[in-house]
């Protein structure tokens, strides 16, 4: 639970203590006045609110309740019938006395989501490295990248994965095996030519009949893979693309003009872009939009996507991330490893 005059960034701590992808917005007598979900905060960093707003400007005041004579029966049946992830219980003067989650209910969600993972790449910019070694395969805090990729899905209850292979494929078949020892279950397709990250979609021997996850094999995250699932659907996307912060500093004083009149002098200014972070959700129907077994790369099918008036959004990436493309990210990644994931 968090105040009404809480700041964003504290709202965002916690719903992370929580892992719930929601935060409850209450009074002094812990009265409740609204929510705050994970997709809220999410969208409102891409319209630009600053993080140290207050949460006042983002709340949701119109929210789904049941009271403590209508008890947790009646929570389950508001998640089903109005297919939502949090149902609060309130007692009779609307202070918060527990929180329902669809995790919390045997039986209402299954995390049966499919996995895509790119391990295809060949590591160029990581020679020498990879010259004997795939890139998913380089140890990170001693074991391989993947391995560490595949265990955060597993432990936030993704199961089912599909590893796309290619360069050295059979160093990355061979550790994982069917994915049992890892708590999962592993298949693999096998690229015979370079097809980009949209175009190994075609090579699916199923094509998946609910929204799936597509990420490069060379990411090292902690992203929450359910807060992308969640606002993939809230959303009614057929392709969500998750998109990193990144900034650019000019490093001379720029010149604004009025015609040929100056009007001011911006001193070195830091432009912010959200780019592009290799993890994707994709509805089974954005694959109508891949040609079989052609290369293709995930932009251009979002490209594909917008000019088809299609819905694609941008899920902003508060957590943890980092492109393991060439040595010095490497090196970075094994020494922020252990803050990072070890110690929490």
């Known amino acids: 639970m968090v105040s009404l005059d809480a700041t964003i960034r504290e ?28 997709g809220d905060i999410r969208r409102a960093l891409l319209r630009g609110v600053d993080i140290q707003a207050p949460v006042s400007e983002i709340v949701e005041r119109r929210f789904s309740y049941v009271t403590e004579l209508q008890g947790y029966a009646a929570a389950r049946r508001l998640m089903r019938e109005k297919s939502i992830h949090h149902v609060p219980i309130l007692g009779p003067d609307n202070e918060v006395l527990d929180l329902v989650s669809i995790d919390d209910v045997s039986g209402l969600r299954r995390r049966d989501t499919e996995v895509i993972l790119m391990a295809g790449g060949l590591g160029t910019r990581l020679r020498p490295l990879t010259e004997t070694v795939p890139k998913p395969m380089l140890p990170v805090g001693g074991r391989p990248l993947l391995e560490l990729i595949i265990e955060n899905f597993v432990e936030q209850g993704f199961t089912n994965f599909t590893v796309s292979l290619n360069y050295k494929g059979e160093m990355i078949s061979d550790h994982f095996g069917d994915g049992a020892a890892f708590g999962a279950r592993i298949k693999y397709q096998q690229e015979t030519q370079r097809m980009g990250t949209a175009g190994a979609l075609s090579l699916l021997p199923e094509r998946p009949n609910a929204p799936f996850v597509v ?12 807060a992308l699932e969640s606002f993939h659907i809230e ?53 109508d939009f891949i040609e079989p077994e052609t290369p293709l790369d995930m932009p251009v099918l979002f490209e594909r996507l917008v000019e088809a008036e299609r819905i694609a959004s941008v899920f902003p990436m508060r957590e943890y991330w980092i492109d393991i493309g060439r040595i010095e990210d490497l090196e970075r990644a094994r020494t922020e490893y252990p803050s990072e994931f070890v110690s929490k």
């Open 11 to 38: 709202s965002i701590a916690a719903i992370d203590r929580g892992a719930r992808q929601i935060a409850l917005v209450v009074d002094g007598e812990n009265r409740l006045l609204g929510v705050v979900t994970d």
């Open 235 to 287: 959303n009614g996307s057929i392709a969500t693309m998750c998109a990193r912060e990144y900034s650019v500093q000019v490093p001379y004083g720029v010149i604004e003009t009025e015609g040929s009149r100056l009007s001011k002098i911006v001193e070195k200014p830091v432009h912010n872009h959200y780019v592009n972070a290799g993890i994707y959700m994709l509805s089974p129907e954005a694959l």
């Open 215 to 226: 990420m490069n094999g060379d990411l090292l995250t902690s992203m929450r893979f359910d």
